[in-house]
């Protein structure tokens, strides 16, 4: 059984969080979180500029970790594939839902040196900003396992367009960050 420990305000938002997720991550593990959630806030406030100037700009997954890890050099990113249900179950002789197919998309993760896994383009989830998904203390419940570590996926998809796109956001966070210090 898992207890709730607290409802938690988080920069000002409530979270339930139970005690063994809690313990799954260190002061610097939501330390580097904090740095990862301001930056992505900021290039989110700077996006509406980027999109004032009439250029089309793509990213993914793999750019925009790659932009933050140039930000925060603790930071590692891991490129892998992301393990996931299939989206219609099958249903058993007795009438029970169950999912027997696992699916895997390619994508990239940002990690700490104490090993949490910081997810700031998340995957099928709608999030108000980056994830801080704990992997110490055997918490299975915190969906580390669902990240997979698989080298040829670098080889697969990174690319000089990915790191051409990396350097624009690292110059778009420049940017927004420059823009936040001049704001009173």
């Known amino acids: 059984m898992?207890?709730?420990?607290?409802?938690?305000?988080?920069?000002?938002i409530?979270?339930?969080?139970?005690?063994?997720?809690?313990?799954g991550v260190t002061s610097r593990d939501e330390d580097l979180y904090d740095q990862v959630s301001l930056l992505v806030s900021q290039l989110c406030g700077h996006n509406s500029v980027i999109r004032k100037e009439g250029k089309k700009f793509y990213?993914?997954?793999h750019s925009i970790c790659r932009a933050l890890a140039l930000h925060i050099p603790d930071l590692t990113v891991i490129d892998g594939v992301y393990i996931s249900l299939s989206a219609a179950p099958s249903i058993d002789?007795?009438?029970d839902y169950w999912y027997d197919n696992f699916g895997a998309t390619t994508h990239s993760w940002l990690v700490t040196p104490?090993?949490?896994?910081?997810?700031?383009?998340?995957?099928?989830f709608v999030a108000w900003g980056p994830l801080l998904i704990p992997t110490r203390n055997n918490a299975p419940e915190s969906g580390a396992g669902l990240y997979v570590p698989k080298p040829t996926v670098t080889a697969k998809v990174v690319s000089r367009?990915?790191?051409?796109?990396s350097q624009?956001?690292?110059?778009?966070?420049?940017?927004?960050?420059?823009?936040?210090k001049n704001r009173p």
């Open 2 to 12: 898992i207890r709730i420990e607290a409802i938690v305000f988080y920069k000002g």
């Open 14 to 23: 409530p979270m339930l969080v139970s005690s063994r997720i809690r313990r």
């Open 59 to 61: 990213y993914s997954c």
């Open 93 to 95: 002789t007795e009438g």
């Open 114 to 124: 104490d090993g949490a896994i910081i997810e700031p383009y998340p995957v099928s």
């Open 161 to 165: 367009k990915i790191y051409r796109q």
């Open 168 to 180: 624009t956001i690292a110059m778009f966070i420049y940017e927004a960050k420059a823009l936040a």
